[in-house]
T-cell receptor, first 115, second 106 residues
Framework: GAGVSQSPRYKVAKRGQDVALRCDPISGHVSLFWYQQALGQGPEFLTYFQNEAQLDKSGLPSDRFFAERPEGSVSTLKIQRTQQEDSAVYLC?????????????FGPGTRLTVT | KQEVTQIPAALSVPEGENLVLNCSFTDSAIYNLQWFRQDPGKGLTSLLLIQSSQREQTSGRLNASLDKSSGRSTLYIAASQPGDSATYLCAYKLSFGAGTTVTVRA
């Protein structure tokens, strides 16, 4: 595809439900990043993949958050037992460089609302 | 953790005025810095990437400078237009500022 795509664009979950958010990066991009953006704030880093390896998950807020990229392309961010504080926009970005500092291209985000 | 600060938080200017947006970070500037634009309800659009070895980068009406010694970057937008109204964010390493929300009045 031409850019990074994310699905679903909007997700409403009841507190306690599990959710799965998908990211399709730009074809051939080695690096993939997940961010969480609260209203009126800048994105906060969650986790980073280089190909299928999760090299940095220091930003995941709790063990309810889990991310995978099994074949080094599509990635899924899973949130178990959702809480109201998980309500945010989840952004995915990809880059053709390794590690940090290379130009990142962002998807449109998934807006998660936990009721 | 890397701290990235953007000042001002909001800016309103008449059409045609030049915009100056500031970004500061706490590090020795060994990484690249990227400026983004975000429209309401949308993802981030990359504007400029300044490599750590560069002092500035230009694209059309946009110019971004990088001062490693002071840990600052400045985004200049010349001759602003109403279509420039958006939130502008800078990112250094994996940290983002909270953004500057710009309104250009027609």
């Amino acid at each position: 595809g031409a850019g990074v795509s994310q699905s679903p664009r909007y997700k409403v979950a009841k507190r306690g439900q599990d959710v799965a958010l998908r990211c399709d990066p730009i074809s051939g991009h080695v690096s993939l990043f997940w961010y969480q953006q609260a209203l009126g704030q800048g994105p906060e880093f969650l986790t980073y993949f280089q190909n299928e390896a999760q090299l940095d998950k220091s930003g995941l807020p709790s063990d309810r958050f889990f991310a995978e990229r099994p074949e080094g392309s599509v990635s899924t961010l899973k949130i178990q037992r959702t809480q109201q504080e998980d309500s945010a926009v989840y952004l995915c970005a990809s880059s053709d460089g390794r590690r940090y500092g290379y130009e990142q291209y962002f998807g449109p985000g998934t807006r998660l609302t936990v009721t | 953790k890397q701290e990235v600060t953007q000042i001002p938080a909001a800016l309103s200017v008449p059409e045609g005025e030049n915009l100056v947006l500031n970004c500061s970070f706490t590090d020795s500037a060994i990484y690249n810095l990227q400026w983004f634009r975000q429209d309401p309800g949308k993802g981030l659009t990359s504007l400029l990437l300044i490599q750590s070895s560069q002092r500035e980068q230009t694209s059309g009406r946009l110019n971004a400078s990088l001062d490693k010694s002071s840990g600052r970057s400045t985004l200049y937008i010349a001759a602003s237009q109403p279509g420039d109204s958006a939130t502008y964010l800078c990112a250094y390493k994996l940290s983002f500022g909270a953004g500057t929300t710009v309104t250009v009045r027609a």
